[in-house]
């Protein structure tokens, strides 16, 4: 009989993690609460945890880019991706009309993609708050009857709030991308077309784009790249970049050579493309 596997979320039950996770590994989870993405990985090191689900890039807001650097560190195999369209929606206690309101709550980053919503309410006060889901569990704890969230479909489901307004994003093209992190590197037994990388390279003019250039030779795609400096080290760069490939013979043929062109040259992890939003 498979055990339930255990995964650990920044934030509480019915945040973007959760939704995210819900979605890669389906509803039969154990979702892990932790107050930050460093407790995630403390979780999965001391094995509380069998997994984590750590966004790593936002559409609108960009890299998470201390993200990449507690990956390297704990040294976490990375084992999947998944991407979630961000929907965001205005729930409140059941029977509350929109006239009611006067505050609304959310994380900032949640607040900021809803904001032209706003601007046609100056009277409602907008209070910032450390999770989304957790302005709908406290509204709904605390009777708040002049308070609103800002937050998922699932925070209103599993908090019994009422969806006021749906779909209050600027963008409806918003997206986050998360990463799927387990202790150990394992054979998931997927078929793998994509990686995630992380290197140095000297400081010779042109010394990156001869890297650049191996992955380019054996026509394998370099989906992202992003640079992050070395802590106490001026001018040193670790270059963090994912990659994709039509063959993995040309993906083992150009990491081979771009072995000889870099220095602390990490595979984060090898996995399976699964970029649908």
Known sequence: METTKRVAIQGIKASFHEEAAYKFFGREIETVECNSFKETCDKLENREADFVVMAIENSIAGSL??????????GFAVVG??????????????????????????HPIAIRQCIDFFYDYPHIKIVESNDTAAC??????????????????????????????????????NYTRFLIL?????????????????FQVGHKAGSLATVLNVFAEQDVSLTKIQSMPVLGKRNEYYFYVDLEWPSTEKYDKAIRKALKYTSNFNILGEYQKNDKV
Request: with cysteine; aromatic share 6%.
């Open 65 to 74: 880019l201390p993200n990449y650097t507690l990956i390297r560190d704990y």
């Open 182 to 198: 387990k202790k150990d590197k394992t054979d998931e037994g997927k078929k793998i077309n994509k990686a995630s990388i992380c």
């Open 81 to 106: 991706e998944v991407y979630l369209p961000i929907q965001l929606h205005l729930m409140a206690l059941p029977g509350i009309k929109f006239e009611d309101i006067k505050i609304v709550t959310s």
């Open 136 to 173: 709908a569990k406290r509204i709904q704890e605390e009777k708040l009857t002049d308070t609103m969230a800002i937050a998922n479909s699932l925070a209103a489901e599993l908090y019994g709030l009422n969806i006021l307004e749906r779909r209050v994003e600027s963008n409806k093209k």
